[in-house]
C-alpha cells in the first residue's frame, strides 16, 4: 500500500457473524489461580468444560493445580439432586483438604440454561462453612476468552473492603508497599513516602504477573505516583482497599465489566488510558494518568525513544510487513497499535468483542498512529467469521497472520506466517521493559521462516482445486 | 456432582468428532457456545494437521437461550453445503444442546432439503455416553446411513471379492497411534494375502461405505472403537468379523489364526502357521528378546498397567506371558465395558482396578509401588512424583505420543516398539536405583553440571564429602556459592569447614 491511496478519517467498524474460534472464558482459572495464591477456583459446569480445562492448560494440571470442576450429572441437571445440598458437600471437601481463603465459583453455560442461582445460593453456603465464596459467570454463552477474567474481577471488585480499620490492618494490605520496599527498615520507607506527589489514592485493576506488577508500579513511583492497591492482589486476604473518589485505572483491554462496576458499584473515578502495551502505549498510560492528577511527567520521552532504539533490530523484521488479527483475546487492538507504530501495515483487526467507551483512548491512539505512520486505518471487525476471515487473508496474503491454534498449523501449511495468538496472554508484554518480549514473539515466525524458505518448502500442501 | 480434576474419556462430541473428521469430505457441525471447538486446536495441535479441520460450531449464543436456535442451524448447515461440498454433514450435539432439547432432528431434516449434501444427526447422548462410545456409535450410524442408502438405490455390492478380503474397522484421528496402527496392519494383511476392501473411518470416502459387504471378514483391532459396526454388519450381511487386538506375539498370532479359520470356513486355503513361526522367531525380536538375558533380569518386576481395555489388557498380556513381570495391577478407565477387560487379565495380574478416578489410581500406585508404570500421560505424571518410570501405553495423551517417527503398536513392528518401551522404562529405573545406591557414576563429577572439570580451587576429602551429602538438585548451586565464597576470600583448599562457613555467610 502506498501513501497514495485515499485514507478514510476515521475507524471504520464491523461486525460479522461471531463463527470464530477463540477459549472458552473459563480458561481464565489457569492463569488466576496462580495469581491469587490462597484462591480456589470450583468449576461448575459438564464434561465438555473439564476436557477443555484439562487440554487447553497441559502441564499446570499436573501440578496440583488450586482448581476443580464440579461435574454436573444427568441427576443434577433433572434436579432430582439439590443444588445446595452438592455444593456445600464438594466445598466443605474443598476447604478439608486445601483449606483456601476463597473459593471462586466459575459458573458455565450449564449453570446459566438449567438457572441454578449461583449467587443465591452462595451467601448462604459462605456463612454455613465460613469461607468467602466468588461467584463468577464465566460461559461461553456470553464471553470469549480473557473476558473470564473481567467477570472474576468484577465479582472481586464488590469485595474489597471499603475501608481500613486500623493501622496494622493497611500494614498488612499494603502488600506493594513492601513488596518494594525489599525488607528496609520502616523507617526508611516512612521517609520515602514522602517521594510521592500528593494525590488522591490510585487502585489499578488487571491480573499481571507479579514481576509485571513491580515494574508498572515502580514505572508510576518515578513520577511520583503511588499505587495504593491492585485487584487482585497476590492473595485475596489482600485485596485493596476502595472508597468512594478513589481513581482506578485498567492494565488490559478486556476489562470493562470490572471497570463499570468499580464506577458504578463503588463509585470510583475511571481514568481512560490507552493500555501499557508497548513503549508508545506505556508513556501514553503513564502520561494519562500524570494529567489526570495534574503531574508534569519527567523524563518519559527519552525513556520511550531509549527503548525503541533498543528494538531497532526487530523493528527491521517488521517494517513494512502487514499484519492480520483473527481475533479471539481482545489484546487486539492495542497490539496492533504497537506493531502499526513499529512500521507495520494492518488491514484488519479482528476481536471478539469491542468496548468503544473503555477503549476509547486506545481507539484514538490507534487513529492517531496511523496517521502518523501514513498507513490506511484497519478494518475492525467484531465478532468475525472465521471462513469469511479465512477467504480474506488468501486474497491479501498478509506477511503475518496472529491468529489461533486451529487455524494456525493449517495456514503455516499455506505457505503463510503465523503467530499463535494466546501466548500474547500468557507472556509478559506490559511496560517498558517487555516491549522486546512482544517483538519476541511477533518477529519469531518470520525469522524462523527466513530461514527455512531458502529451502523452497513454503506451501506444504497439494493445491487444492478450488470451486 | 462430582469433583474432578482430571478426565480419562473426553465428552461425547468429541467421539462423533473424530470418526466426523477421520472421513475425507465429511464436515461436522456443532451446536454449541462459543469455545467448545477446542477439539479443532487437539486436532490442529496433537496431529499437526495441515489441512483446516472440518467442523464448524453453530454457535448458542443469549439469542438461541432466549428464543431457540429457529434457522441458525439450518442456515449453517445449508452455507457450509454451499461453502464446502461436503459429502455428508454431521450435526453434532454438546452438553448444551443436550439439556435446551430442540429438536434437532427437525433442522436436519429442513436443512436435508435445501443442501445437497447428505445430513445426519449424531446420535448420542452427552449425559449417557464418553467419547469412546460416542465414536463407536457413530460410526454405526454413518455405515448404516449409507449402507441403507446404497440398498434403497439398489448399487449395495454384496457379492464378495475374489480373493480374501478384510475391512479394517476403527481407525480414527486422535487415536493412540492410529496412523502407525494402520501402515501396519495393512503390510500385515498384504503378508498374508489378504486384500484390504475398506480402511474406515480413517481417510474413508463415504461413497466407499457400500462395498463394505464385498470384504470376506471384518477386522477390529480396538475393543473400543468399530465394535458396532461390526456387530451391525455381521447381523445385516453375516459378515464374520476377528475382534482379537494383534498386540503382542501371543495375541497376533492368535488374531492371525481367527483370520485363517474365518477364510478357511468360507472356502479359502490358507495356512498361516510358517507365516507365524517365521516373524515370531525372526522377524518379531520380541521373543528372541524374552529369551535374551536383559529380559531375565527383568523376571518377577512389579508393574502396574492401567489404560483403555484395548491397551491395558494386551500390555498386562505381554507383561506377564511373554516377559514374566509380576503385574500387580492391572486397571482400565472403560467402567462401561468391565466385564471384558475383567475376563481378559484376571489371569495376568494379582488384582483389577475399574475406576476413571484419578486419585484412587495414584493411590494404588503409592501403595504398591511398582518398578515401572505402564499408562495414561497422568499415570506418568503420577510416576514423576514418585519417582517411578512410565511408559505411556493409551489415551489421553500428548503431543510427544504423537510421533512422527514409525511407532506402532500392532503386528510384528508393534512388538518390538513394546519391548522398547518395556525394557527402557525399567532399566531407566534400574539405573536411577543403583545411582542411588552408590551415589552417582563417579562422585567425583557428579557435584558439577559439565562434563570437565571447571574449577581452579581444591576441594578437600572431608569437603566433598560432606558436599555429596547435599542433595542432587541443590549440590550444583551450593557448590558454586561454596567457590565463590572461597575466591572472595583467597581460600585455596574447601574444606567442609569452608563449606559451612559459606553457608552461613549466604545465610542458607
Not at chain 1, 454436573?72 to 481463603?101: F, H, M, T, V, W
Request: hydrophobic letters at 40%; a negative charge; charged letters at 25%.
Amino acid at each position: 500500500m502506498t501513501l497514495s491511496q485515499t485514507q478514510p478519517q476515521s475507524l471504520e467498524f464491523d461486525c460479522e457473524t461471531g463463527n470464530y474460534h477463540t477459549f472458552c472464558p473459563i480458561s481464565c482459572v489457569a492463569w488466576l489461580y496462580q495469581k491469587i495464591e490462597d484462591s480456589f477456583f470450583l468449576v461448575i459446569g459438564t464434561k465438555t468444560c473439564g476436557y477443555f480445562l484439562q487440554n487447553a492448560m497441559g502441564v499446570m494440571i499436573f501440578a496440583e493445580p488450586r482448581y476443580a470442576m464440579a461435574e454436573l450429572e444427568e441427576g443434577d441437571i433433572s434436579a432430582q439432586l439439590n443444588d445446595y445440598n452438592e455444593l456445600k458437600r464438594l466445598c466443605e471437601q474443598i476447604k478439608r483438604d486445601r483449606n483456601p481463603s476463597v473459593i471462586v465459583w466459575i459458573g458455565t453455560c450449564t449453570t446459566e440454561i438449567i438457572k441454578m442461582d449461583l449467587e443465591g445460593l452462595a451467601p448462604k453456603l459462605e456463612a454455613e462453612i465460613g469461607i468467602p465464596i466468588v461467584v463468577a459467570r464465566a460461559n461461553g454463552l456470553d464471553y470469549a476468552f480473557t473476558q473470564g477474567e473481567d467477570t472474576v474481577l468484577a465479582a472481586m471488585a464488590q469485595r474489597c473492603p471499603s475501608k481500613v480499620e486500623t493501622e496494622q490492618e493497611k500494614e498488612e494490605r499494603n502488600a506493594i508497599q513492601k513488596l518494594l520496599s525489599f525488607g528496609r527498615q520502616k523507617e526508611e520507607i516512612a521517609t520515602e513516602v514522602s517521594e510521592y506527589v500528593d494525590h488522591p489514592p490510585l487502585v489499578l485493576f488487571g491480573s499481571l504477573p507479579d514481576p509485571v506488577v513491580t515494574q508498572l508500579t515502580l514505572e508510576l513511583k518515578k513520577q511520583g505516583i503511588q499505587v495504593s492497591g491492585w485487584l487482585p492482589a497476590k492473595r485475596y486476604t489482600e485485596l485493596p482497599v476502595i472508597e468512594e473518589g478513589y481513581y482506578v485505572c485498567g492494565v488490559n483491554p478486556f476489562l470493562s465489566r470490572t471497570a463499570t462496576t468499580l464506577m458504578r458499584r463503588r463509585k470510583c473515578k475511571l481514568i481512560g488510558a490507552p493500555f501499557p502495551i508497548g513503549p508508545d502505549g506505556t508513556r501514553a498510560w503513564v502520561e494519562k494518568i500524570c494529567s489526570v492528577f495534574g503531574i508534569e511527567p519527567k523524563g518519559l520521552e527519552e525513556r520511550e525513544q531509549q527503548i525503541w532504539a533498543s528494538l531497532e533490530d526487530y523493528i527491521q523484521i517488521l517494517r513494512g510487513k502487514s499484519v492480520f488479527f483473527m481475533g479471539d483475546n481482545l489484546l487486539e487492538i492495542s497490539l496492533a497499535r504497537f506493531l502499526i507504530r513499529c512500521g507495520m501495515t494492518c488491514p484488519e483487526v479482528g476481536i471478539p468483542y469491542m468496548d468503544k467507551r473503555y477503549q476509547a483512548a486506545e481507539l484514538a491512539m490507534l487513529e492517531q498512529t496511523c496517521h502518523e505512520m501514513g498507513v490506511p486505518l484497519p478494518k475492525i471487525i467484531e465478532k468475525p467469521d472465521n471462513y469469511n476471515q479465512i477467504q480474506r487473508i488468501y486474497e491479501l496474503q498478509p506477511d503475518l497472520v496472529i491468529t489461533g491454534m486451529a487455524h494456525a498449523n493449517p495456514l503455516e501449511a499455506r505457505g503463510i506466517n503465523t503467530k499463535w495468538s494466546v501466548e500474547f496472554t500468557f507472556a509478559q508484554i506490559h511496560g517498558f521493559a517487555n516491549a522486546r518480549d512482544i517483538l519476541e514473539l511477533a518477529t519469531r515466525p518470520l525469522r524462523r521462516n527466513q530461514n527455512l524458505n531458502e529451502l523452497g518448502w513454503e506451501k506444504l500442501v497439494k493445491e487444492e482445486a478450488r470451486i | 456432582m462430582k469433583l474432578a480434576y482430571w478426565m480419562y474419556a473426553g465428552p461425547a462430541h468429541i467421539g462423533t468428532l473424530r470418526i466426523a473428521s477421520s472421513f475425507k469430505n465429511v464436515h461436522a457441525i456443532m451446536h454449541a457456545p462459543l469455545g467448545d471447538d477446542y477439539f479443532n486446536v487437539m486436532r490442529s495441535m496433537l496431529e499437526r494437521e495441515r489441512d483446516f479441520t472440518p467442523v464448524t460450531a453453530s454457535i448458542v449464543d443469549r439469542n438461541v437461550l432466549a428464543r431457540g436456535s429457529q434457522e441458525k442451524v439450518v442456515d449453517n448447515i445449508v452455507r457450509k453445503d454451499h461453502e464446502e461440498h461436503p459429502d455428508l454433514i454431521v450435526l453434532t450435539p454438546t452438553c448444551t444442546s443436550s439439556i435446551l432439547q430442540e429438536d434437532l432432528q427437525n433442522f436436519v431434516e429442513r436443512a436435508q432439503l435445501e443442501a445437497q449434501s447428505d445430513v445426519l444427526l449424531a446420535d448420542v447422548n452427552h449425559y449417557r455416553v464418553n467419547e469412546l462410545q460416542a465414536a463407536d456409535r457413530t460410526l454405526q450410524q454413518i455405515v448404516q446411513f449409507y449402507i441403507e442408502k446404497a440398498r434403497k438405490k439398489g448399487d449395495l455390492a454384496t457379492e464378495k471379492t475374489e480373493t480374501p478380503s478384510v475391512n479394517i474397522i476403527g481407525i480414527s484421528t486422535l487415536g493412540f497411534h492410529h496412523n502407525h496402527d494402520r501402515t501396519e496392519l495393512t503390510r500385515l494383511m498384504a503378508d498374508l494375502g489378504i486384500t484390504v476392501n475398506a480402511i474406515i473411518p480413517d481417510g474413508a470416502s463415504v461413497h466407499e461405505l457400500k462395498n463394505l459387504p464385498r470384504a470376506w471378514f471384518n477386522l477390529v483391532p480396538y475393543r473400543e472403537l468399530g465394535r458396532m459396526t461390526a456387530d451391525y454388519l455381521t447381523q445385516e450381511f453375516g459378515m464374520p468379523c476377528v475382534d482379537i487386538a494383534p498386540m503382542g506375539v501371543v495375541e497376533t498370532a492368535r488374531c492371525i489364526r481367527a483370520m485363517q479359520k474365518i477364510l478357511n470356513d468360507q472356502g479359502a486355503t490358507v495356512d498361516y502357521e510358517s507365516f507365524i513361526h517365521d516373524q515370531t522367531l525372526y522377524v518379531s525380536q520380541a521373543t528372541w528378546f524374552s529369551r535374551s538375558i536383559d529380559c531375565q533380569n527383568l523376571t518377577g518386576k512389579k508393574a502396574v498397567v492401567f489404560g483403555d481395555n484395548t491397551h491395558a489388557a494386551a500390555l498386562t498380556k505381554i507383561l506377564a506371558r511373554e516377559m514374566g513381570i509380576h503385574v500387580v495391577l492391572a486397571g482400565t478407565y472403560c467402567k462401561y465395558d468391565a466385564d471384558w477387560f475383567r475376563e481378559q487379565v484376571s489371569e495376568y495380574c494379582d488384582s483389577v482396578l475399574i475406576s476413571d478416578d484419578n486419585a484412587e489410581i495414584g493411590d494404588a500406585i503409592a501403595r504398591l509401588e511398582p518398578a515401572a508404570i505402564f499408562g495414561t500421560q497422568m499415570e506418568r505424571h503420577v510416576g514423576k512424583r514418585l519417582d517411578i518410570p512410565c511408559g505411556v501405553i493409551a489415551a489421553p495423551i500428548h503431543i510427544q505420543n504423537f510421533p512422527i517417527g514409525y511407532k506402532p503398536f500392532m503386528g510384528y513392528e508393534g512388538t518390538n516398539q513394546i519391548a522398547d518401551l518395556v525394557y527402557n522404562s525399567f532399566t531407566l529405573g534400574m539405573e536411577d536405583h543403583l545411582l542411588e545406591i552408590f551415589g552417582g557414576h563417579d562422585t567425583k563429577e557428579v557435584i558439577t553440571k559439565t562434563m570437565t572439570a571447571d574449577s581452579d580451587l581444591a576441594w578437600s576429602k572431608d569437603g566433598l564429602e560432606e558436599l555429596n551429602r547435599i542433595p542432587g538438585f541443590v549440590r550444583g548451586k551450593v557448590k558454586r556459592n561454596t567457590e565463590k565464597f572461597a575466591r572472595e576470600r583467597g581460600i585455596g583448599q574447601i574444606t567442609a569447614e569452608v563449606l559451612y562457613a559459606a553457608k552461613e555467610a549466604v545465610g542458607a
